[in-house]
């Protein structure tokens, strides 16, 4: 479950600093990147068939029909990214596969004009995973199957641990590191969630010393989550490129939460936002995001086997769909949650929205 930020916590990060042990773009740099852009807004993407990143990309389960098809919605609705998952299981079972499928989303994302931001690690949810056949979701529970990622057992002997994860790093950026196709790489979902706290910043910073070593032509970024992390997050906000966050809060929250991490003079991405049930609507935030130049990617687009229409802390185990849903926007028959959703999404993207 996200925590979110309070104001005098964020000022605070605000004015640490630490030594990165390569120095990220200037804000300059990071500053022209963004310019060069259309404002950005998209969702957190899985295909509505996958449980999790190991099912999205494993070649038993890797659906690029449906891919097309769902990414075909996203491009009626005007989104023009995408937040996406991989898999370091995937890779260490599969890697040629792997990266033959990445270039095949990036190929279908070219079509609709869908620039990726791809996610590398991820503390959340199941702590530990494994190749092959998923487990069934199971029925009204938030991400029943989502994984850890690298899992919990893989954590316990760095000195094996590490090096693959380098190499994992390493081959996917020196693969596609320089693909004009990808906006940027997310390196590390919400580091220090599920109990491991500071721990995570061994892998934060080494991730970004691999990623930096890469030297890819597209940003790089780890978002900050929570208030209760301070080492985590000062080093976070120092080493990323551009800056990236997550916030479920009401529109002021969501104002005071840009307003603060305006002052670092980069540019900002909101990751992850829209939780109905807490007042993070896209009536209310989506055009606050924009208002501020701030991009704007929800989680959630076609409910499917990750059950997210069901909220983090309320399972619902007798109950198809909830009456108010948590996250996501279309069913998999491409009916909407609410149509006026629809209209709010297409008139911030300026896309064309049709006369009922």
Not at 214 to 233: K, M, R, Y
Not at 253 to 272: F, S, V
Not at 287 to 294: A, D, F, G, M, T
Request: net charge negative.
């Amino acid at each position: 479950m996200r925590i979110l930020f309070s104001l005098a916590i964020l000022t605070l990060l605000v004015s640490c600093t630490s030594t990165p042990s390569q120095a990220p773009w200037s804000a300059e740099k990071a500053n022209q990147w963004y310019g060069a852009q259309p404002w950005l807004s998209g969702c957190n993407f899985i295909p509505s068939n996958a449980i999790n990143q190991i099912e999205m990309w494993s070649s038993d389960t890797w659906s690029p029909e449906l891919i097309n098809t769902e990414l075909s919605w996203a491009e009626e609705l005007g989104f023009n990214t995408m937040r996406v998952f991989l898999s370091s299981v995937v890779y260490a079972n599969e890697p040629e596969a792997f990266k033959r499928h990445i270039d095949e989303f990036l190929d279908i994302c070219d079509r609709y004009d869908i620039l990726p931001l791809l996610v590398f690690f991820d503390d959340c949810w199941d702590p530990e995973s494994s190749y092959g056949t998923q487990r069934a979701p199971r029925k009204g529970i938030h991400n029943s199957g989502w994984v850890q990622d690298p899992s919990k057992a893989r954590r316990a002997d760095t000195s094996l641990t590490y090096p693959e994860l380098e190499k994992y790093v390493s081959d996917i950026l020196g693969t596609f590191g320089r693909d004009n196709r990808i906006l940027g790489w997310d390196l590390y979902n919400e580091p220090g969630n599920s109990g491991y706290g500071e721990s995570s910043l061994q892998l934060v910073k080494n991730v970004f010393r691999w990623a930096r070593n890469a030297a890819p032509s597209q940003p790089l970024t780890i978002g900050v989550w929570t208030e209760s992390l301070p080492a985590l997050n000062a080093y976070q906000l120092d080493n990323s490129d551009i800056i990236s966050f997550h916030d479920y809060g009401t529109p002021g929250h969501m104002q005071q939460t840009i307003d603060t991490l305006k002052t670092r003079g980069r540019p900002l991405i909101c990751t992850e936002y829209m939780a109905r049930t807490r007042g993070s609507l896209f009536s209310n935030v989506m055009p606050l995001l924009k208002e501020n130049n701030v991009a704007a990617i929800n989680w959630g687009f076609v409910s499917g086997k990750t059950n997210t229409i069901f909220a983090w802390d309320t399972p619902l185990p007798d109950v198809d769909e909830p009456e108010l849903w948590f996250h996501d926007i279309f069913r998999t028959d491409h009916s909407p949650f609410d149509p006026a959703e629809i209209e709010v999404i297409k008139r911030c993207n300026d896309a064309v929205v049709l006369a009922n």
